[in-house]
């Protein structure tokens, strides 16, 4: 199984998102990737893609080469409640939500399903899959905080957007890919896209 679902949602962050299905795609994933109305805003006004939908994984390859061909992305439409990711009966190797805005966080938390995101995401918990929430937002409320420890408790990973300074980041891409690396690594994915850390 070489399979990981993405779901982008409309917190900012698009960076996130992006580098995120690159190191994917680099490491030889099929993404079934899912973005919200929001998301896609979020694609064109933070991360530059300005053409059709199904021309993302296209957009992808000219921001970052050939490399990502390694992958592939297999696009749903997020009210496609009929998608393969829909049903547990599908292998995967876990989900990510990133970013996953306030809104995705408490209807995930409460299991909503309303959506293939939500779905997707009440499938990887059912099924005891690695799921991965990037919340970004700040401060946090308590209305947030708890949604997020109800995501926990139900077994997600909260990864918040927070990105260390010890590797000397020298660029966006290099501190955006410090949080790509550590979902990788929840994800169990074995990833070189930064040193780890070696001690002092
Ligand atoms: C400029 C701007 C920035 C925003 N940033 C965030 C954010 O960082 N986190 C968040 O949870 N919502 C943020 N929001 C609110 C979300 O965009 C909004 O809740 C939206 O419904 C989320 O998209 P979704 O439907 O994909 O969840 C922001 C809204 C605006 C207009």
């Known amino acids: 199984m070489n399979q990981v679902t993405v ?3 409309g917190a900012s962050g698009a ?3 992006l580098r995120t299905v690159r190191a994917l795609m680099i490491c030889g994933f099929q993404i079934d990737l899912i973005v919200s109305e929001f998301g896609w805003m979020l694609l064109r006004d933070e991360g530059g893609f300005e053409g059709k939908k199904k021309d993302l994984p296209e957009f992808l390859v000219r921001c ?3 490399v990502v061909r390694n992958g592939s992305i297999t696009m749903h439409n997020s009210e496609n ?4 990711v ?6 995967s190797n876990g989900m990510v939500v990133v970013p996953c805005s306030m809104k995705y966080v408490s209807s995930i938390a409460i299991g909503a399903s309303t959506n293939l995101i939500e779905r997707a995401a009440d499938v990887a918990l059912k099924e005891k899959r690695p799921l991965v929430l990037v919340p ?5 409320n308590l209305v947030h905080l708890r949604n997020l420890t109800a995501a926990a ?3 997600a990973s909260i990864l918040p957007a927070m990105p260390a300074f010890y590797q000397n980041p020298v660029s966006f891409d290099d501190l955006a890919d410090f949080i790509a690396g550590r979902v990788l690594s929840q ?8 040193p780890p850390w070696e001690g002092s």
């Open 187 to 194: 994800l169990g994915i074995a990833h070189d896209l930064y």
């Open 81 to 84: 409640m009929a998608a393969t």
């Open 15 to 17: 960076i996130y998102a």
């Open 64 to 66: 970052y080469g050939d």
């Open 7 to 9: 779901g982008i949602t």
């Open 153 to 155: 408790e139900a077994g």
């Open 86 to 91: 829909a049903s547990g009966s599908v292998g």
């Open 136 to 140: 970004r937002e700040t401060p946090f």
